[in-house]
């Protein structure tokens, strides 16, 4: 099946630094990457849309220049939370959709491990 | 508007069958879709029913879909304590974009 992984698996992060968190699809290529956040025991937010090659789309309410999404690859996805503070400490899970439309089930996405980023 | 909604805990007995409620709001969906997450993990995708039918079954997964009340169920049967995780349902209102439920947390005991 489709795996996808993220580094890293777990962060911790002093107040006012920038982390890098890293989504990558391991056996297929993935057009477009989705970036989610949740908050304990709740529901996966969706943040933005990665599309290879062009600007990331962000949801409503979610700040463009604060995390920075970046799709250089069919294959790599980025997500970078600048100037992070402990508001922004969160569970982070991307997802990958497959290139093209496989037979049945157009919006199938797979989901990464996540990662737990903790700001100080 | 987007807004899926989910009971929130769910405790059953081992070898019991469980059953997982989700309302949903967007009836343009063309998928509905149901996630397992264990602890500290990422989504698993089980099972997934396209709008035009009203039930899929997939070994211990029954999906059944009520399209008038915008209702849609999960059951496992023969519930196993692997089978302790939080269960999501989720709609595609539109291409590639996921709005998920709230989340139901099963817990089973032996």
């Known amino acids: 099946g489709a795996v996808v992984s993220q580094h890293p698996s777990w962060v911790i992060c002093k107040s006012g630094t920038s982390v890098k968190i890293e989504c990558r699809s391991l056996d297929f290529q993935a057009t477009t990457m989705f970036w989610y956040r949740q908050f304990p025991k709740q529901s996966l937010m969706l943040m933005a849309t990665s599309n290879e090659g062009s600007k990331a789309t962000y949801e409503q309410g979610v700040e463009k220049d604060k995390f920075l999404i970046n799709h250089a690859s069919l294959t790599l996805s980025t997500l970078t939370v600048t100037s992070a503070h402990p508001e922004d400490s969160s569970f982070y899970i991307c997802?990958?959709?497959?290139?093209?439309?496989?037979?049945?089930?157009?919006?199938?996405?797979?989901f990464g491990p996540g990662t737990r980023l903790t700001v100080l | 508007g987007e807004d899926v909604e989910q009971s929130l805990f769910l405790s059953v007995r081992e070898g019991d069958s469980s059953v997982i409620n989700c309302t949903y709001t967007?009836?343009?969906?063309?998928?509905l879709y149901w996630y397992k997450q264990e602890p500290g993990a990422g989504l698993q995708l089980l099972t997934y029913?396209?709008?035009?039918?009203d039930m899929k079954q997939d070994q211990r997964l029954t999906v059944l879909l009520n399209k008038k009340d915008k209702h849609l169920s999960l059951r496992i049967a023969d519930t196993q304590t692997g089978d302790s995780a939080i269960y999501f349902c989720?709609?595609?209102?539109?291409?590639?974009?996921?709005?998920f439920g709230t989340g139901t947390r099963l817990l089973v005991s032996p």
């Open positions: 997802s990958a959709r497959e290139g093209g439309q496989k037979a049945g089930i157009t919006d199938t996405q797979y």
């Open positions: 989720a709609e595609s209102p539109g291409f590639q974009k996921l709005v």
């Open positions: 967007d009836s343009s969906s063309t998928y």
């Open positions: 029913i396209f709008s035009n039918m």
